[in-house]
């Protein structure tokens, strides 16, 4: 429980003032209640210094968020909690904009409302000008301290950073809630772009070590030579060039967070000496026969497979089992459904602010592009199409035909195979999405496709035509299946080994992709594939 604090409450509505003084009075918060956004400057202008500012977005004299923003403008906005009876997410964002670390649906339930200001009281005030993104990497890949995020910590559609609320981010944001409290090792893996550092960051503000120092380090960005004086530190004349003593990346994280990105691309040796100190706890600079301990917790990430990395030798196996205590797995963008437009609209605003356009959303057609195309490149990708449509061009609304290269071709669209379920983990969980966006494609298909009943358009990545695929002919109706043939059944385990085999198949050797549509984690395919079969 936070200490007592100072709170401004701005509620036109007598009844629901009452309410919220009855909640928080409980907790010993000394409150002050106002109805208007001008009685609200007032007291904030002539008052003591207040702690968190409770505010209902529909006021008589004003919107609430204009309110917000001008006091943020003005230096003057305490953490703010936002009250709306408008549940959109448009509004959240907007009120998240403007200033709000955390926005509540009215009505709101006591619990509810007293456990979002403990939470928000719990954060740091946060630098506004820190919310544009992660912190900058140097020539050597090392991130200082990473300067608090005004981003607002957690919200219905935002999560320290993140900006989602599908199934797949609320699975992660309950994994990093979790793990973050304990001094345990944690092991991000993900596609290239879909927020690790982010997560790595997430897990740290949300720890006890949120007062500590953040340091990233990007062992792909690190020559081999120099990555042991990085982590580890050297001593001055330890190698030609080592003019002074340099700390080394582990005592700079002292107290706080070591984040190792891309951990895959560390060379064995150092691997022997990460193990070694993640054993011990001592460091011992390059050059010096000290050891020194240090306090640091470790969080890694790698966008390979490990599993597959430790099978082919590149990755050490005890190495990886002392890292992998916790295992978080972001999701890529095109498993995320409408997380998609929501991060979309959210960057067209600040971009469209920072580039000083007007753009004020997405056509319905674009929408859908962003919706169904696959994102390769995740969320990254995605933020660098929003730049380039805010950038070279003007107006209202972004249309299909402003988007870049290959969102604005057709042919990017691998159409969906309709009828048939077996296709699912070739056509991938957009396929019903295309189908409802683009029903021109369920139209019954002409040429050399029509025995496949898919659409006569290319397939991505199959050539012109849509290419050959091998598949069997649908199974024929037999009647009732308890008068088959007995010998027709197989052991389960068969039938497991077969369907697994046939998932990795289909995705062209790709485990990780395969277990996910077998809904099944990797190191399941990997022990069974290793386990010997029963005789």
């Known amino acids: 429980m936070t200490s007592p604090a100072r709170i401004l409450i701005v509620e036109p509505a007598p009844s629901l003032s009452l309410a919220y003084v009855t909640a928080l009075k409980r907790d010993g918060h000394d409150l002050t209640i106002v109805d208007t956004a001008a009685a609200a ?3 904030l202008a002539s008052g003591g210094p207040i702690d968190l500012l409770l505010i209902n977005l529909q006021l008589s004299d004003g919107g609430g968020i204009d309110l917000l923003r001008e006091l943020t403008m003005n230096g003057m906005a305490p953490r703010a909690i936002a009250l709306t009876a408008q549940g959109s997410v448009q509004a959240a964002v907007e009120a998240m904009r403007a200033g709000a670390a955390d926005v509540l649906l009215l009505p709101v339930g006591t619990d509810r409302l007293r456990g979002a200001v403990t939470a928000v009281l719990a954060q740091p005030v946060a630098s506004r000008e820190a919310a544009a ?5 140097g020539a050597k890949g090392r991130a200082a301290k990473a300067p608090a995020m005004a981003e607002p910590a957690i919200t219905e559609y935002s999560f320290y950073g993140f900006i989602g609320a599908s199934p797949p981010m609320k699975a992660a944001y309950r994994l990093i809630e979790a793990a973050a409290p304990s001094k345990a090792t944690v092991f991000i893996t993900g596609e290239s772009g879909t927020g690790k550092e982010v997560c790595a960051e997430a897990i740290h503000r949300r720890s006890p070590r949120s007062d500590g120092p953040f340091i990233a380090i990007n062992c792909a960005a690190i020559p081999k030579d120099l990555m042991e004086s990085e982590i580890f530190g050297h001593v001055k004349g330890a190698f030609t060039g080592a003019s002074t003593d340099h700390a080394g990346a582990t005592l700079q ?5 070591l984040f190792l990105d891309e951990i895959g691309e560390m060379d064995l040796s150092l691997q022997a000496k990460l193990l070694r100190f993640l054993q011990t706890g001592m460091v011992k600079k390059v050059g010096s026969e000290k050891l020194e301990p240090v306090d ?3 969080v890694c990430a790698t966008n390979r497979d490990p599993y597959a990395e430790v099978q082919a030798g590149r990755f050490r196996e005890d190495l990886f089992y002392r890292l992998q205590v916790i295992s978080i797995e972001l999701p890529p963008l095109r498993e995320r459904g409408d997380d998609i437009l929501l991060i979309a609209r959210y960057f067209l605003e600040k971009y469209g602010k920072e580039e000083r356009k007007a753009f004020k959303g997405f056509s319905i057609e674009a929408e859908r592009i962003l919706q169904t195309y696959a994102w390769p490149g995740n969320v990254r990708q995605l933020l660098n199409v929003v730049r380039n449509v805010v950038v070279l061009n003007d107006g209202d609304e972004i249309k299909p035909f402003m988007l870049p290269p290959p969102l604005n071709k057709p042919t990017m669209i691998v159409p969906p195979i309709l009828q048939d379920p077996r296709w699912a983990a070739v056509a991938g969980p957009l396929a ?7 029903p021109s494609l369920a139209a019954p298909p002409t040429g050399p496709m029509a025995g496949l009943g898919i659409p006569g358009v290319p397939i991505a990545g199959l050539g012109a035509g849509g290419g050959s695929l091998p ?7 037999t009647g009732d299946v308890w008068q088959e043939d007995e010998r027709r059944i197989r052991p389960l385990w068969q039938v497991e080994e077969e369907a697994i085999d046939e998932a990795i198949r ?3 050797g790709n485990i990780t992709r395969a277990a996910a549509l077998l809904e099944i984690n990797p190191c399941t395919i990997y022990r069974r594939r290793q386990k010997k079969r029963p005789g």
């Open 471 to 477: 598949v069997p002919s649908p199974p024929q109706s």
């Open 296 to 298: 640091v917790r470790i």
């Open 133 to 137: 993104g992660a912190p900058g990497k």
């Open 253 to 257: 994280a002292d107290g706080g967070t």
């Open 432 to 438: 019903s999405q295309i189908g409802q966006s683009f």
């Open 506 to 508: 289909l995705c062209h």
């Open 41 to 43: 400057r007032r007291g």
